[in-house]
């Protein structure tokens, strides 16, 4: 795991095409802007697993 030090406005670049600003910081909430191409898709961990589980089962119907 690489962890980055970054002020509001500052980038972090993952590969060539995607990049994540630091928005905002408000006391323990740091707010992140992401930039990325619009085949990319991007959600946060809660919403991504709950995509994930819903593919699950609808494989599981389908077989």
Sequence with gaps: MLVL???VGELISIGD????RVV??????VRFGV?????VNVH????????QRKLAR?????E
Excluded: D, H, L, M
């Design 5 to 7: 030090s970054r002020v």
């Design 17 to 20: 095409s995607i990049s994540v």
């Design 24 to 29: 905002a910081i408000n006391g323990g909430n």
């Design 35 to 39: 930039e990325a191409p619009q085949n």
């Design 44 to 51: 946060r961990s809660e919403i991504y697993e709950r995509i």
């Design 58 to 62: 609808n494989k599981k119907s389908v």
